[in-house]
């Protein structure tokens, strides 16, 4: 039985809503008509998250200052890129993480809806994960991400580790029972992200699509987790619920041990009657490919990597009456160019993943980060990690041989156990002429600490329509570096990072005269 993927292509546009909120980029279209008979014998009764009042803007954190590009044509499409804090020790209950997300919402969403147009919401990769820390299952890992690991001192991944071991052990009784179906899940790594699929789709798809329904809007946003079903057998429900939810009388179950980091799409309106709440709405789904070496060391599986299936997997999605053409590439496959010809740039996406994407007829890239490390330090072999990052969302409204007009690129911050995930999200036009800025550290090539071939990458640049501040204030190199070792865990900053949102219009055809460089504030 099929869960939640779904075809490519929904036949009929989807006509934008007259109060339209922006979500995430891509959307593989409608749910297959053979996954309904599984999907409507779903749990009737809707999650915490999806029936939990709005909240007010005020009884929310503390969020910066969003800052937006507005253009003032009819049919531009407003596109906003959130910048969450993850806070994932905070999580105890499916209610923490719909407030969360509402927040998110009432502070940087609502105030700046384009009337009469369509807007899209891009939430940052890996935005699910958080979920995995809640209930009691997520206690022994809660307490650890809260008071830290003492034993850990001096040693890199250690509280991790532990984390991770944490996990294992809270979710212990749903991985005996799935060990006994799957059993190479045992030397998965991260095995807890199978283990966690009922929460998953209850808590994290449960909130997003309920999220795009409340305010009439398209909703964009990943996690990585297995494929699903409903199952109402009393062995799966007893193995795989929450264990402080006792009305539960089916489950969302893993179809495979394989977990996928997956961007989901969500419609501002139900397209499947019948069906549960978390995928009622679903428009789409995208698979990553490739993946980091920290990805493949958790044992998380690739998208198709070649074929049409590779090709369906990456289909741009047309946002009707906009213009735009949304091409997701989540993190990595951002800097995958590789050197194919056009007519060959989708025989191996996982080389050539923009070209393909281009190739595809995209003009509007979705480039959602959860990038593990310090935005200030080592990215790899390089050693300076914001002008490495030129090489992706602003490469793809630069390079020639590419013809994106507008980039969108939200990252998550926020420390999760000791490892830290950082950036300065923005959203780029190609030829864009006026103001220029970016990203802290860029001003000039560093001889010594930059390879030659980056010196392209270095200045400021006019294609920034909006720009996210960093936590520090643009300055020397050392200076920097030092601001990112004090944000990291137990630093004298730790965790201190700018929660906000970056907000544009993107007209077609482009204003190339248009304001830029926005920024938006801490």
Same mark, same amino acid.
């Given at each position: 039985m099929l869960g939640h993927r779904a075809p490519r292509r929904l036949r009929a546009p989807l006509r934008p809503a007259r109060l339209r909120l922006a979500v995430a980029p891509v959307v593989v279209l409608a749910l297959v008509a053979s996954a309904l008979p599984a999907?409507?014998?779903?749990?009737?009764?809707?999650?915490?998250?999806?029936?939990?009042?709005?909240?007010t803007a005020a009884g929310c954190p503390h969020w910066g200052r969003a800052g937006l590009a507005a253009d003032p044509r009819p049919h531009a499409l407003r596109v906003f890129a959130i910048q969450l804090h993850q806070q994932p020790a905070t999580m105890s209950t499916a209610s923490d993480f719909a407030r969360m997300i509402d927040c998110a919402f009432r502070r940087e969403v609502v105030p700046h809806l384009a009337r009469g147009?369509?807007?899209?919401?891009?939430?940052?990769?890996?935005?699910?994960?958080?979920?995995?820390?809640?209930?009691?299952?997520?206690?022994?890992?809660r307490t650890l991400l809260h008071a830290g690991v003492p034993s850990c001192a001096g040693q890199s991944l250690c509280p991790t580790i532990h984390t991770v071991g944490a996990l294992d052990s809270g979710y212990a009784r749903a991985l005996s029972y799935l060990q006994g179906r799957f059993p190479s899940l045992t030397a998965e790594l991260g095995k807890a992200f199978v283990a966690a699929t009922d929460t998953f789709v209850r808590v994290f798809m449960g909130t997003m699509a309920a999220e795009a329904r @409340?305010? &009439?809007?398209?909703?964009?946003? /990943? $996690?990585?987790? *297995?494929?699903? !079903?409903?199952?109402?057998?009393?062995?799966?429900?007893?193995?795989?619920?929450?264990?402080?939810?006792?009305?539960?009388?089916?489950?969302?179950?893993?179809?495979?041990?394989?977990?996928?980091?997956?961007?989901?799409?969500?419609?501002?309106?139900?397209? @499947?009657? &019948?069906?549960?709440?978390?995928? /009622? $709405?679903?428009? *789409?789904?995208? !698979?990553?490919?490739?993946?980091?070496?920290?990805?493949s060391t958790l044992g998380f599986s690739p998208g198709p990597a070649s074929g049409p299936a590779a090709r369906?997997?990456?289909?741009?999605?047309?946002?009707?009456?906009?213009?735009?053409?949304?091409?997701?590439?989540?993190?990595?496959?951002?800097?995958?160019?590789?050197?194919a010809t056009r007519a060959h740039a989708c025989d191996d996406v996982a080389v050539t993943y923009m070209r393909c994407l281009d190739r595809l007829g995209a003009n509007v890239l979705i480039q959602a980060d959860a990038n593990d490390g310090a935005w200030t330090g080592n990215d790899g072999s390089e050693l300076w990690q914001?002008?490495?990052?030129?090489?992706?969302?602003?490469?793809?409204?630069?390079?020639?041989?590419?013809?994106?007009?507008?980039?969108?690129?939200?990252?998550?911050?926020?420390?999760?156990?000791?490892?830290?995930?950082?950036?300065?999200?923005?959203?780029?036009?190609?030829?864009?002429?006026?103001?220029?800025?970016h990203y802290v550290g860029n001003a000039r090539v560093v001889p010594g600490d930059d390879p030659a071939r980056y010196r392209a990458y270095a200045g400021a640049k006019p294609q920034f329509l909006a720009l996210a501040p960093w936590a520090a204030a643009d300055g020397p190199r050392p200076a920097l570096r030092a601001d990112g070792a004090a944000l990291g865990y137990g630093g004298a900053r730790a965790d201190r990072y700018v929660q906000t949102a970056v907000i544009a219009d993107l007209p077609f055809p482009v204003d190339r005269v248009r304001p830029g460089c926005v920024m938006a504030g801490r």
């Open positions: 999907l409507a014998d779903a749990p009737a009764r809707p999650t915490a998250a999806a029936v939990s009042a709005p909240l147009r369509t807007n899209l919401v891009v939430f940052d990769e890996d935005l699910g994960l958080q979920t995995l820390a809640i209930g009691p299952r997520g206690a022994p890992a @409340r305010y &009439g809007v398209y909703v964009i946003a /990943a $996690n990585t987790q *297995a494929p699903f !079903r409903v199952d109402r057998s009393a062995a799966a429900v007893a193995a795989l619920a929450d264990p402080g939810d006792r009305r539960v009388s089916a489950v969302y179950a893993p179809t495979s041990p394989h977990v996928y980091n997956e961007t989901f799409v969500w419609a501002p309106r139900v397209l @499947r009657r &019948g069906a549960p709440a978390p995928v /009622a $709405n679903l428009l *789409a789904t995208v !698979r990553k490919v490739p993946l980091t070496t920290f990805e369906r997997n990456i289909a741009p999605v047309v946002i009707p009456g906009t213009g735009a053409r949304l091409g997701i590439a989540t993190s990595l496959p951002a800097f995958q160019y590789g050197t914001p002008l490495s990052w030129m090489g992706s969302a602003w490469r793809a409204v630069s390079d020639p041989t590419v013809h994106f007009t507008y980039a969108v690129n939200p990252f998550m911050v926020g420390n999760l156990s000791d490892i830290p995930f950082d950036g300065q999200s923005a959203i780029l036009e190609r030829g864009r002429r006026g103001n220029d800025c």
